[in-house]
């Protein structure tokens, strides 16, 4: 975000008029800080500061701080995700770009007939989600085992051992999303 908006959103219902009065600057000033056609200096981003009643490390706090999108379409082959290939009866697609700037990550499972993770077993607060778009599953997780069919779903503690294995005689596919321990 640039300045001339962090100034104007922090200024919310004061005129500018009343901020140049604060801050002893000129209206013209404020103006054009606020259009973009003047950055201004650190002596004048202090006084606009100090005339908000906040710090210089707030004015700029979300300067620093690139804004993310509030969605992200993701388009684009099977070419263009990642994949990783448990062994040749059981792959994850992991489904969104950039996985290390993310809190949670996505993947489609596919267990072909007799196909199955590895025993997995993720970093302490690691939570993961599980829903069976297609076929049978069985999730061990320690000395429990949950069997799962089409439209069943289940969130564990993934840092809890686990394994999961296709029971159908045909592909199974799971929505598989890990947050946020193991990202």
């Known amino acids: 975000m640039k300045i001339g908006k962090v100034i104007k959103k922090l200024r919310g219902d004061m005129t500018q008029q009343e901020l140049a009065k604060r801050s002893g600057l000129d209206f013209t000033t404020i103006s054009k800080l606020e259009k973009g056609s003047l950055t201004g200096t650190i002596t004048t981003h202090i006084k606009i500061a100090k005339a908000l009643g906040t710090t210089l490390s707030e004015l700029y706090k979300e300067l620093d701080e690139p804004k993310k999108p509030s969605f992200e379409i993701a388009k684009g082959k099977k070419a263009d995700k990642e994949v990783f290939y448990y062994d040749d009866k059981a792959v994850s697609q992991i489904l969104v770009k950039q996985l290390s700037s993310r809190k949670m990550a996505p993947e489609l499972l596919r267990l072909e007939k007799d196909g199955a993770t590895a025993l997995e077993q993720k970093p302490k607060g690691t939570e ?3 829903f069976v778009l297609e076929g049978k599953i069985e999730l061990k997780a320690g000395e ?3 069997q799962l069919k089409k439209g069943d779903s289940i969130y564990f503690d993934a840092s809890e051992a686990h394994i999961i294995k296709n029971l159908s005689d ?6 598989k999303v890990t947050s946020p321990g193991a990202l």
């Open 128 to 130: 993961q989600f599980i």
């Open 170 to 175: 045909k592909t199974s596919k799971c929505l």
């Open 144 to 146: 429990i085992t949950h």
